[in-house]
C-alpha cells in the first residue's frame, strides 16, 4: 500500500488579490532532522505551464540545519521503473545539505524536457497520453510529480583526496553519503574509504546499467536515482517514501 501514498498539489495562479500558498511536496529525516519542502510555482498566462518554482524548506526537529543548495532548472519527463507506479512522470530533482542555513530558493527559467524515444516497458496508451501532455510543457493531473532528494556530498574537497588525510580530524560525518567505522569511513554501498577515493565504484563490468549517481551498479535497486539500459533512461526511487506528488 506505502508505494501508493501520494501528497497532493492544487495547481493554482497567483491574483492580484492574493498570492499562492506554499504547498507540501515531500519530507525526509537526515542527520537526526526531520524536515519538510514545500513549493509555489509560477506559470505562464492561462495555462499551467511552469517557468519557475521556489523551494522553502522546514526544519523541525533535530540539532543539524538542512538548507537547499540547488533545484534543478529542468523538469524531465521520465519512464519510472518504482514498483507501484511504471509509467512517465515529471522528476524534479532538489540538492539539499546539511549545516546550511538556506530555507529557499528560486529557480527561474524553468523547462519541462519529455524523451525522443519511449522506453520500451511503457505501454502505448500511457505513453501517448502522456506525450501529448508533457510536449505542451504543462503539468497535467493525468502524470505525478517524483520530487528526488539528493544529498550533496560534503566531504568531496581536496583536503580529503591527500594521503595524510585521518578521518578522526572530522568534526562531522555527512551520514547521508558515508558511515564512520573506527579510523576508517565508508561510503554508503560498503566501499572502504581510506582516504576517500571516489573512483573505486566507477567501474563495473558484471553488470549492464549504468547508474547515472554513481552509485553501486550491482545494487542498483538498492539505491534510488537515474539509471541507463540499452540506450534508455528510467528512474527508480524507494516506493516506502512519500516522494510523489498528485496534481489537482
Known amino acids: 500500500m506505502h508505494e501508493t501514498l501520494r501528497s497532493t498539489f492544487k495547481l493554482e495562479r497567483a491574483t492580484k488579490e492574493e498570492k499562492i500558498g506554499w504547498q507540501q511536496i515531500t519530507s525526509d529525516l537526515m542527520y537526526g532532522t526531520f524536515y519538510s519542502i514545500y513549493a509555489k510555482f509560477e506559470y505562464e498566462k492561462d495555462k499551467f505551464k511552469p517557468i519557475s518554482c521556489t523551494i522553502k524548506i522546514q526544519n523541525f526537529q533535530g540539532a543539524i540545519s538542512v538548507g537547499i543548495k540547488k533545484i534543478n532548472p529542468v523538469i524531465e519527463v521520465i519512464f519510472?521503473?518504482?514498483r507501484g507506479v511504471e509509467k512517465y512522470v515529471y522528476l524534479l530533482d532538489i540538492t539539499v545539505c546539511p549545516l546550511n542555513n538556506c530555507c529557499q530558493k528560486t529557480q527561474e527559467n524553468l523547462t519541462l524536457e519529455f524523451p525522443k524515444?519511449?522506453?520500451p516497458d511503457a505501454g502505448n496508451e500511457v505513453y501517448e497520453v502522456n506525450r501529448t501532455i508533457a510536449s505542451k510543457g504543462?503539468?497535467?493531473?493525468?502524470?505525478l510529480m517524483a520530487v528526488r532528494?539528493?544529498?550533496d556530498d560534503v566531504h568531496r574537497n581536496d583536503?580529503?583526496?591527500t594521503n595524510c588525510f585521518d578521518v578522526n580530524s572530522l568534526a562531522f560525518i555527512d551520514t547521508a553519503n558515508y558511515e564512520r567505522d573506527g579510523d576508517t569511513i565508508r561510503m554508503r554501498g560498503n566501499y572502504s574509504v581510506k582516504p576517500i577515493d571516489l573512483t573505486e565504484d566507477e567501474i563495473d563490468s558484471g553488470n549492464t546499467e549504468e547508474n547515472f549517481t554513481g552509485k553501486d551498479k550491482n545494487n542498483h535497486s538498492k539505491y534510488p536515482g537515474l539509471y541507463r539500459t540499452g540506450g534508455f533512461n528510467y528512474l527508480r526511487l524507494r516506493p516506502c517514501r512519500n516522494v510523489y506528488v498528485k496534481f489537482v
Open 138 to 143: 504543462v503539468f497535467s493531473p493525468d502524470i
Open 159 to 161: 583536503e580529503l583526496d
Open 149 to 151: 532528494l539528493q544529498y
Open 80 to 82: 519510472d521503473k518504482t
Open 117 to 119: 524515444v519511449k522506453h
